[in-house]
């Protein structure tokens, strides 16, 4: 049986994330959805984790503390420098620099993180997408095959789509 | 431009996208007109530096002892400004302010051309422009290492980490609203949008890591914002220089920043408003909020004028108090009184909430903090070199053309590099704007009944 996407818009979150709960129960097809604003309750049905983006983030944070040490310690060690006979390491100003290389590197790993794990830079259209959903409207785009097309169509119908539309994969 | 359409009492997202896409339109020839003076100043200000580092910092007004005069005054007072936009961007979010959402991209906006601006001077201040790569952290030819108890490469770390964590937040809050500008454009402008937005198209999977990234981020910047200022103020407190070295430098500073930072930014969004045609998405609420921080700023930093001279009273050291003598009632002295009557005289204006929400009166306040806040910089900074401990050094000071025309010239890079990027790029974000929808709806309405009463 050959696959078919159905591409439905909604005008608002509430009735997008029903739909999406409406459709993880009756197990029917895979789905992706689009939306102008990033909504919880969209979140909340499709139930995944939290992004792994924030370990991305701790990562960068933990290098910039260790290239700070690296940095600061390497470099006392490098060109001795005895100011007045105290202790060679100065912990005080090295914590200025571990900090501020720990938010560097946390928020460039962060923002790295974003861009490879959305699969950003793309070049290609996401099936079905269109650009009210950048705009006003939510969608689901059920791919599935075509004999649960009608049952995956009065999902949508009645969990309050406002546009329900067939098209070929 | 063609006249504003007025969005209805509630509006909806598309309105919202309607209003922003608009002022992304081509611009009219007055406008090209602003962006060439701006940057004719510009050229000017080059040609001064140009000369400058041909002939030396002689040309400037330097002098033993005032080796930092405007040029460094001009540093703090950018990177002061700066600040406001992180605090709107992250700290708000972080407390989920409701008003932050028509602002935060404005006032972002600002702060990277505001540290972009305040990169230039200490370079600028340079005498040997060409070896100002002696700053980062790489051994010479004697493998001699950069002193990391030095102040100095403290605040390169800060003020770049600062100027690049700014710029990344900034970069990831526009994509998802070029996205839709790029849906709205055609011609060369839809391929400038689309190589922007980088595919960006709203899919559950790119909002899941998005929203975290942009919290986790917002969290990092959170206590940066707080460092970059503090390790700014230690440029001097480090000193033993009186006037100086002080222990409520940093939080003083960051007050300060804060304060003229906010300022700055009712300065600029004011007529931004009114010649953008985005009166219905800049509410008075929004500008009512924006003058509560100002206020609250200022009366910290009238805490800090009354501290700083309380410690030097009470610690008895003769020097410190000859200092502030001189601040406050030698040659110098009318700039001290400017400073005070500036930052704290007249924001207590704002305690009156009528003058909170009429918008030249506001307009004219901040114009009033912008100028007390360099002067204040100017008075901590040139004003504490000119008395030291040695009265046979003791001197004064006065700027060249030179450094009064880079100063007029950085003023205008600032302004042309904001005008272009409020005409090429949405100055409002179109995406917290719509989540926060609820809010604007309630702030348009209640303009709306003013208006009419």
Not at chain 1, 118 to 124: D, V
Not at chain 2, 58 to 83: C, D, E, K, S
Not at chain 2, 228 to 237: G, I, L
Not at chain 2, 302 to 328: L, V
Request: aromatic residues 14%.
């Amino acid at each position: 049986m050959s696959t078919i996407a159905i591409i439905s818009s909604f005008a608002d979150d509430a009735r997008c994330a029903h739909a999406i709960e409406e459709l993880r129960a009756a197990k029917v097809g895979d789905f992706n959805t689009f939306s102008p604003i990033p909504s919880h309750k969209i979140e909340h049905a499709i139930g995944k984790s939290k992004s792994p983006v924030r370990w991305m983030v701790l990562m960068g944070g933990i290098s910039g503390i260790l290239t700070g040490l690296a940095v600061t310690i390497g470099t006392t060690y490098e060109w001795r420098l005895n100011a007045g006979g105290k202790p060679l390491l100065s912990w005080p100003p090295f914590i200025i620099i571990c900090f501020e290389l720990m938010v560097l590197l946390g928020g460039i790993f962060g923002f790295l993180g974003v861009l490879g794990l959305s699969g950003i830079p793309a070049t290609e259209i996401a099936l079905g997408y269109n650009g009210r959903f950048g705009e006003d409207r939510f969608g689901i785009v059920v791919r599935c095959d075509e004999g649960d097309a009608a049952r995956v169509e009065s999902i949508m119908k009645e969990s309050g789509a406002e546009e329900v539309v067939r098209e070929g994969v | 431009m063609a006249a504003a359409p007025k969005i209805n009492t509630e509006p909806s997202y598309r309105d919202i996208d309607r209003s922003v896409l608009r002022v992304m339109e081509p611009a009219g020839r007055a406008y090209w007109a602003w962006i060439g003076f701006c940057f004719t100043l510009v050229a000017i200000a080059g040609g001064f530096w140009a000369r400058q580092i041909y002939s030396g910092l002689g040309v400037t007004g330097l002098r033993q002892p005032v080796m930092w005069a405007i040029y460094i005054t001009n540093f703090v007072f950018w990177v002061g400004i700066a600040h406001s936009g992180t605090l709107i961007s992250a700290i708000l979010f972080l407390f989920r302010t409701k008003w932050r959402t028509a602002v935060y991209r404005a006032a972002e906006t600002m702060t990277i051309f505001a540290v972009a601006t305040a990169g230039l001077f200490p370079l600028i201040h340079l005498g040997r422009v060409w070896f100002f790569y002696w700053l980062l952290p790489y051994p010479n030819q004697r493998y001699l290492q950069p002193d990391f108890r030095s102040p100095l490469v403290w605040d390169a770390f800060a003020v770049s980490t600062y100027l690049t964590i700014s710029a990344l937040f900034w970069t990831m809050g526009l994509i998802p609203d070029i996205a839709n500008a790029r849906e709205a454009a055609t011609g060369w402008r839809k391929t400038f949008y689309t190589v922007l937005a980088m595919g960006w198209q709203g899919t559950d999977r790119q909002w899941r890591h998005y929203s975290m990234a942009y919290l986790l981020m917002a969290g990092l910047a959170t206590p940066l914002v707080l460092s970059v200022h503090s390790v700014v103020s230690w440029d001097f407190a480090m000193a033993i220089n009186p006037g100086w070295h002080s222990t409520i430098f940093a939080p003083y500073f960051v007050a300060g920043a804060i304060f003229s930072g906010v300022a700055m930014v009712i300065t600029l969004l004011i007529p931004m408003r009114r010649l953008l045609g985005i009166e219905d998405l800049l509410t008075e609420w929004h500008f009512d909020n924006l003058a509560k921080v100002v206020l609250l700023t200022s009366l910290v930093v009238s805490y800090a004028y009354i501290t700083e001279a309380f410690m030097t009273w009470y610690a008895g050291d003769p020097i410190e108090q000859m200092t502030f003598h001189m601040r406050y009632f030698g040659p110098w002295g009318w700039m001290y009184w400017v400073m005070v009557s500036c930052n704290c005289v007249i924001p207590l204006l704002l305690f009156s909430p009528r003058i909170r929400v009429n918008l030249r009166a506001l307009w004219v306040i901040t114009i009033f903090v912008n100028i007390g806040m360099w002067f204040e910089r100017f008075v901590i900074i040139a004003g504490s070199l000119t008395a030291n401990f040695e009265p046979s050094q003791w001197s004064s000071y006065r700027p060249s053309l030179t450094e009064i025309m880079i100063t007029v010239g950085s003023f205008a890079w600032f302004l042309g590099l904001f005008s272009l990027f409020s005409r090429f790029l949405p100055i409002i974000s179109m995406t917290e704007l719509k989540e926060g929808i609820v809010w604007l709806r309630k702030a348009v309405k209640r303009d709306r009944v003013r208006a009419a009463a």
